[in-house]
């Protein structure tokens, strides 16, 4: 099982970034301190996609930063990517890893404590769970779970568990204290005007 050696994965939304491009965010955020990036366009066709993959792919090479496709097995393996990332309606872990071997790693998305435990049995590398708290781009997965709820997932889980959904640098210590390895995060990085000071700021309250 390959490790989980990031506490902040940032999860893609070209939507959110207003006028500015996504690759060059994503290179702003690396110099920042960005660990890990999840590529997840999910409205892109595969002509769209995988130009812009290659490039975000580009810029995480040089800087070996981790690149997780979101739910293209094929596409990672194509471009040779460090993961992929698993919708919880999707493939199952096992079949995934019998196609890319034991160096790639596997997320899974999570919304309750037995999606956790499935993805654990599963043999899934880690699990991103929520939403948490209240934010626009999760709402259709449902009411926020809370504090209570991951801290009872992350006791079920032998996995590292990102917690997602509203996530902030003032709730980042919430997340932590109720077991959470790290946070994946969508807005609160892709729409701040300094994207670097974002990161910062979220490498700072992960690390105290």
Known sequence: MPPVNFRLLLVTD??????RSLPSLIRQAISAGLPAVQ???RDLSTREFLPLAQEIQSITTSHAVSLIINDRVDLMLALNLDGVHLRSDSLLPFPVRQLIGPRRLIGVSTHSVDDVRRANQGGADYVVFGPIFETPSKRSFGAPL???????ACRHSSIPVLA???ITCERVRDVRRAGAHGVAV???LLTRDDIGEAVREFNHALET
């Not at 070209?14 to 006028?19: D, E, H, L, V």
């Not at 809370?146 to 009872?152: E, M």
């Open 186 to 188: 969508i807005g609160a």
């Open 164 to 166: 997602i959904g509203g």
């Open 14 to 19: 070209r939507t959110q970034a207003g006028s």
């Open 146 to 152: 809370g504090i209570d709820l991951l801290a009872d």
């Open 39 to 41: 590529l997840r366009e």
